[in-house]
């Protein structure tokens, strides 16, 4: 079994959507949790970090993490076309770092 | 030069070459890390390096070599590489090991 496990998608939505990414893990010793995006040909670029379950909101976006599922959700609200791009979670116990496949997400105007 | 660099962006070698790639890190972190990126498969974690000391090698095969000369430059040696080994390189760097990484835009390499 994957320490993460994200669905690749692709996913493709109208603008204005609201868009939901996941991941789900198996360690529970997992500390911190982190979404980064991944524009084409760019290298990945943090956009949320939290470490405790509940919500993190910022501007259109809202990470929720569920320690008790092990299960963490990305929200994107009022989606734009230049919010397509590829969403990788991302997960740390100490010093270790877990990534998921990534999903892409293309925002359709 | 702000965040994370690498040169070069594009790399097309065969597998009898030697080239290398460099990072360079202008945030004053103390951890650097090397990952390949593949498509449709997770980010692979190279080698981390924290305070310049090599702390991490994930059974790297020995055709990729790391060096870091400072805290700022990560360079990462590359010779008589094969095909499978095309994908993104990335470069990244954490105040420390553990807190949250920031990204390079990556070097696409291309093994003929």
């Known amino acids: 079994q994957k320490e993460v496990e994200q669905d690749p998608g692709p996913l493709s939505v109208p603008e204005g959507a609201i868009v939901s990414l996941n991941c789900t893990y198996s360690?529970?010793?997992?500390?911190?949790f982190m979404w980064y995006r991944q524009y084409s040909r760019k290298g990945p670029e943090l956009l949320m970090y939290?470490?405790?379950?509940g919500n993190k909101e910022d501007g259109r976006f809202t990470a929720q993490v569920d320690k008790s599922s092990k299960y963490i959700s990305l929200f994107i609200r009022d989606s734009q076309p230049s919010d397509s791009a590829t969403y990788l979670c991302?997960?740390?116990?100490?010093?270790?770092?877990?990534f998921g496949t990534g999903t892409s997400l293309t925002v359709i105007p | 030069e702000t965040g994370v660099t690498q040169t070069p962006r594009h790399l097309v070698m065969g597998m009898t070459n030697k080239k290398s790639l460099k990072c360079e890190q202008h945030?004053?972190?103390?951890?650097m890390y090397w990952y390949k990126q593949s498509a449709k498969k997770p980010l692979e974690l190279m080698f981390v390096y924290n305070f310049k000391e090599q702390t991490e090698n994930n059974s790297v095969p020995s055709r990729f070599s790391p060096e870091c000369p400072n805290s700022s430059h990560l360079f990462l040696h590359l010779h008589t590489l094969q095909p499978e080994d095309s994908a993104l390189y990335l470069c990244?760097?954490?105040?420390?090991?553990?807190?949250?990484?920031?990204f390079g835009p990556g070097t696409r390499l291309t093994v003929l």
């Open positions: 360690n529970s010793a997992f500390q911190y």
């Open positions: 945030l004053g972190h103390n951890a």
């Open positions: 990244a760097s954490s105040q420390r090991g553990g807190d949250e990484q920031f």
């Open positions: 991302a997960m740390v116990t100490g010093n270790q770092f877990y």
């Open positions: 939290t470490y405790s379950s």
